[in-house]
T-cell receptor, first 109, second 116 residues
Framework: QKEVEQNSGPLSVPEGAIASLNCTYSDRGSQSFFWYRQYSGKSPELIMSIYSNGDKEDGRFTAQLNKASQYVSLLIRDSQPSDSATYLCAVTSYDKVIFGPGTSLSVIP | GAVVSQHPSRVICKSGTSVKIECRSL??????MFWYRQFPKKSLMLMAT?????????EQGVEKDKFLINHASLTLSTLTVTSAHPEDSSFYIC????????????FGDGTRLSIL
């Protein structure tokens, strides 16, 4: 069974701090990696996608991928209360997308 | 951008009722759509892959006779929860994209199903 794991949290950070979210996956053949944000009662929305080793930055968000370690992370700089949500790591595995259990982030004003 | 529409957004019905949920790709054709179920404070669990013009592929543990999937056109997939019971109450979400599995999925807004 292909798996994606995340710390469930909750992760609490003060406003303006850096939030660091981590994800590991079991399928070495995975090619595509995504971070989604999900507010309570809503469907997920895409934050970042990353396909090659290294860092990818988009505004306050930076995704990091290390395929050798089967590890992908998301950094949120200058965290805002509006960033409070559950962050889902998703990984493609053969013919489907596997989601991690999500990390709940709370940004404290 | 690509949009996926899901309807209805909320259903409340009695036990034993069958409920149909629609998932439409509004501005692209989707040969494949995915159906997920999400329980409170849990992650998305893939239920099945809906394939246009052929049978759906169900994940292990998902009853295909309970959760009927029909993907009769390139823009519409339906999930029917047959003879629903309270344990079927959940948040059901569909997704699709127009550029293959290695590109991000576009999600519908989800359907909150409550069985009394």
């Amino acid at each position: 069974q292909k798996e994606v794991e995340q710390n469930s949290g909750p992760l609490s950070v003060p406003e303006g701090a850096i939030a660091s979210l981590n994800c590991t996956y079991s399928d070495r053949g995975s090619q595509s990696f995504f971070w989604y944000r999900q507010y309570s009662g809503k469907s997920p929305e895409l934050i970042m996608s990353i396909y090659s080793n290294g860092d990818k930055e988009d505004g306050r968000f930076t995704a990091q991928l290390n395929k050798a370690s089967q590890y992908v992370s998301l950094l949120i700089r200058d965290s805002q209360p509006s960033d409070s949500a559950t962050y889902l790591c998703a990984v493609t595995s053969y013919d489907k997308v596997i989601f991690g259990p999500g990390t709940s982030l709370s940004v404290i004003p | 951008g690509a949009v996926v529409s899901q309807h209805p957004s909320r259903v409340i019905c009695k036990s034993g009722t069958s409920v149909k949920i629609e998932c439409r790709s509004l501005d692209f054709q989707a040969t494949t759509m995915f159906w997920y179920r999400q329980f409170p404070k849990k992650s998305l669990m893939l239920m099945a892959t809906s394939n246009e013009g052929s049978k759906a592929t169900y994940e292990q543990g998902v009853e295909k006779d309970k959760f009927l999937i029909n993907h009769a056109s390139l823009t519409l997939s339906t999930l029917t929860v047959t003879s629903a019971h309270p344990e079927d109450s959940s948040f059901y979400i569909c997704s699709a994209n127009d550029r293959g599995l290695n590109q991000p999925q576009h999600f519908g807004d989800g359907t909150r199903l409550s069985i009394l």
